[in-house]
């Protein structure tokens, strides 16, 4: 058993003074650890002089419209970001013209959009 290390650091992060872990709500410590995750990607940046590889799992369901807009624009400037949805309807036309669109279904994976079944 290790006893000491970053891995047993507890980080604390306070908005307008108020602990969010403690009194946050789950929207608000979301957005503060995607922020903390997109701080980490400019610092790689910054320093490398290269984009690292991000990928942010099914992040868009849990951001209001706003903040998926944002989030959007931040990553659009990118070269290696990956994300995942299970609704690829929240991503704007424009933006997912800008990528490549993987479908998987049923466990297999396809280039493109899903294909939407015709009306019956």
């Known amino acids: 058993m290790t006893v000491i ?4 650091d507890e ?3 306070l908005g307008n003074g108020i602990d969010l872990g403690e009194f946050g709500s789950r929207g608000q410590m979301r957005t503060t650890l995607l922020a903390l995750k997109l701080a980490e990607v400019a610092w790689m940046k910054e320093r490398t002089a290269e984009w690292p590889v991000t990928l942010l799992d099914e992040v868009m369901a849990e951001l209001d419209l706003d903040r998926r807009h944002d989030l959007l624009r ?5 070269e290696q970001v990956m994300l995942t949805a299970t609704d690829a309807a929240m991503f704007p036309a424009d933006f997912r013209d800008k990528g490549e669109v993987w479908t998987v279904t049923e466990g297999t994976v396809q280039r493109g959009a899903p294909q939407t079944a015709p009306d019956a």
């Open 5 to 8: 290390g970053p891995h047993r």
């Open 11 to 13: 980080l604390r992060f």
């Open 74 to 78: 931040y990553v659009g400037d990118g």
